[in-house]
């Protein structure tokens, strides 16, 4: 039995994370979306928003659940028995970032491994830093994140959407 998680800010949701939501499903027994708690981060949306949103995205996935954890990544892999961590890679400026995080968490626990998927191209360019900038411009974020979401996100900026 493999248990992934794929861990992540999620801050929003876009469709590069939905995509590797989606393929690395298909490789792994039974995958969490880990939604990290992190008090210190000024988010756009609450933990609670957060895992929601991920929720009405993976619904209809047999093997997807979604949750949240504080602290460290590994310990809460322990409790919920997950060894596999999923990353999407999106360029080089990735690699040296996610590279560290993998090996320092390989190191605290031998048992866990990092599969990184490469985000599919037509998202390599995409992140949530990027969603959270357009729209605070009032920019078209449509082929950025889930339709269900843009009305949203655009809301946390007081913009009302021009369609
Ligand atoms: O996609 P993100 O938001 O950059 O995700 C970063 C995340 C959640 C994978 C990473 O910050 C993390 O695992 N944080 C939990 C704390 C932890 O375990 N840190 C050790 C990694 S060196």
Redesign the pocket.
Known sequence: MKKAIY????DPLTLGHVDIIMRSSKIVDELVVGV?HNSAKNSLFSLEERVSMIKEMTGPMPNVTVSF?D????DYMDKIGATIIV?GLRAVTDFEYEL??AQ??HVENPNVETIFLTTSLQYSYLSSTIVKEFASYGGDISKFVPAQFIDRIYERYGIKRQS
């Open positions: 861990p992540g800010s999620f990290l954890f602290g460290l990544l590994v990353r560290q995080i320092t968490n």
